[in-house]
């Protein structure tokens, strides 16, 4: 097994935008669920942590639920499974299509895995031999490193509300997303706090002086990259074309 550092981060963006790409223009299901076990399998070997891939995913459950059910309403064909007066809450096709928008969401969320097992610094040096300007690189991966703070900001204030005796669980539907209301203010001020401490901190580091920046270090591709990014494009042809043979 690889480890996390032995493939370059080009290589790990170059997976990420594979695995996307086809799970955008597929449409069969066995294939998309045969993408999702390559995709996990592939973020096994360099690395990643399928199990928070799980959790995550199990968190969604009910947005998953909700995608099929809305996918069957605005689905005029195909055979009724369930109805409620005239309303077609589940349909065969409904449910197709359903599944299909699931699973992508699934492959998406797994391909994004990948990143993680890279270094932030090498996400942005990579970035830079791409020949993408320094700017646009640092500010994404800025945003990479702000979601897991933004998550641990809620998940304090959550806890800082269930301390108070709040139950979520047991409130209603309403009150439970008026609460979520008030929540997202604090959330949000402290999210631009760090923010503009962030960017306090770049300015007194000269960000931006001078038009071109040099760096210490410089990636290079292996004979591991290489190897991977061919398998990768020739994964990448060979599902397409099996794709479009069966549609």
Known sequence: MWQAAALDPRTKLFLVLIFSSLAVFIKNVYILLLLLFITLLTVKVIGGDITSIFRKLQRLITVFVAIIVIQSIFTAEGQVILQLVKIKLLTDVGLLR???????FFIVIAAAAIMTTANPRDIIQGLIQ??????????????????????????????????????????????????????????????????????????????RAFPHRTSLRELHFCQADYLVMAVGMVLFLLLLMISVKIN
Do not use: C, H
């Not at 359903?98 to 992508?104: A, D, K, M, N």
């Not at 897991?148 to 269930?162: G, H, I, N, S, V």
């Open 98 to 104: 359903g599944v299909q928008t699931v699973l992508r």
């Open 130 to 207: 791409w020949k993408i300007p320094y700017e646009l690189a640092f500010m994404v991966t800025i945003a990479i490193r702000f979601l897991p703070l933004l998550q641990e900001e809620a998940k304090d204030t959550l806890t800082a509300l269930q301390l108070r005796g709040v139950n979520l669980k047991k409130i209603p539907l309403f009150k439970r997303l008026k609460t979520y209301s008030y929540l997202l203010m604090p959330l949000l001020v402290s999210v631009l706090m760090k923010s503009r401490d962030l960017s306090v901190a770049m300015e007194m580091r000269a960000f």
